[in-house]
């Protein structure tokens, strides 16, 4: 490209006035992109905060009615429902029970907020009493029995009402079992988020303190994704779509750029960043120390992820975005 240089041609002309950078603008960050992840367990008027996350609570059902409700009011059109059960087994069992703590919060949102997108989280973590995402049998994860249990936890998702089930497990053909039970069950039109790739990466921290989800003996490492491994990730987002997901994710976000922007040019399908616990957690305890203007850096990142190719933020910052950008 052949252009003039300076001084007929001033980038600065550009840049002269907000209302002028606005209009020129290639990036736009939008309230209808956010998505509020939220953290049920039983109980009522339960509000407890998780100590990593100033401002991030596990809620008993109708606490996280009133906080949905305040982020659809602020703009929010989504959120993410994780569970907690009260208890935990060998075979996940809270994960795919009809009255279920996702199934009964997912019911009561619907109700009382039909409006509002309500996406599931399906794995199975929180509920086995070992604290990985499959079945395990001397001391190894199994992919293909985990399989079924997957498949089931998102049909009793669908029955319960949610508009988008998203498997965040990461066990091989997970999402081919889920859109097969989906369909068996009647829910060919529920869509399919895939955490297509879902790195191991020690920005979760936080999240395993608000989940309960720690895993008691060893990590994730066999099953979620080598943070050196870009083509792998893209190999596995082939898979996820070839098997029927309708959206792709990559968690974790400001560290994994590249990978959003490789999978968006790659696939050109809807493609979600969360930025994940410890992303938030490094803000808020930054913010808190005078270290850093929290508003400025957060609509930062989540403009990075945008300008990466995101197209949908799932972020704990939520409500705070919408109204910033109000």
Not at 39 to 65: C, N, T, W, Y
Not at 68 to 97: Q, T
Request: charged content about 25%.
């Amino acid at each position: 490209m052949n252009m003039p240089g300076f001084p007929v041609v001033r980038p600065r002309r550009l840049r002269q006035s907000a209302a002028l950078r606005r209009l020129v603008a290639e990036t736009q960050l939008n309230v209808s992109q956010l998505v509020l992840p939220l953290f049920a367990r039983a109980g009522k008027k339960l509000r407890h905060e998780i100590g990593s996350m100033p401002g991030v609570f596990q809620l008993s059902p109708d606490e996280i009615v009133r906080e949905a409700a305040a982020a659809h009011a602020a703009g929010v059109p989504a959120v993410l429902l994780f569970g907690i059960p009260d208890k935990k087994d060998i075979k996940a069992s809270g994960a795919y029970a009809k009255n279920g703590i996702v199934q009964q919060v997912t019911r009561l949102l619907k109700k009382e907020l039909p409006s509002l997108l309500v996406i599931t989280d399906v794995c199975l973590c929180e509920y086995m009493e070992h604290g990985h995402c499959g079945i395990v049998h001397d001391g190894k994860i199994l992919n293909d029995p985990s399989l079924k249990l997957l498949a089931r936890t998102a049909a009793s998702h669908a029955e319960a009402g949610a508009d988008i089930v998203a498997p965040s497990d990461m066990m091989d053909g997970r999402v081919r079992a889920i859109r097969a039970e989906l369909d068996n069950e009647g829910f060919a039109d529920t869509p399919i988020m895939s955490y297509a790739a879902k790195f191991a990466s020690a920005f979760y921290g936080p999240f395993r303190e608000a989940a309960e989800s720690t895993p008691k003996f060893g990590d994730r490492r066999s099953y979620q994704m080598d943070a050196a491994n870009a083509n792998e990730a893209l190999r596995e987002t082939a898979l996820d779509i070839a098997e029927g997901a309708d959206m792709v994710m990559v968690k974790p976000a400001l560290a994994y750029l590249d990978i959003i922007h490789r999978v968006k040019q790659e696939f050109g399908l809807p493609t979600a960043a969360y930025a994940v616990s410890g992303e938030y957690a490094m803000v808020k305890a930054a913010a808190a120390k005078g270290w850093i203007d929290e508003r400025a850096v957060t609509l930062e990142s989540l403009l990075a992820m945008r300008r990466a190719g995101a197209d949908i933020l799932i972020t704990y910052a939520a409500v705070d975005v919408a109204k910033w950008l109000r």
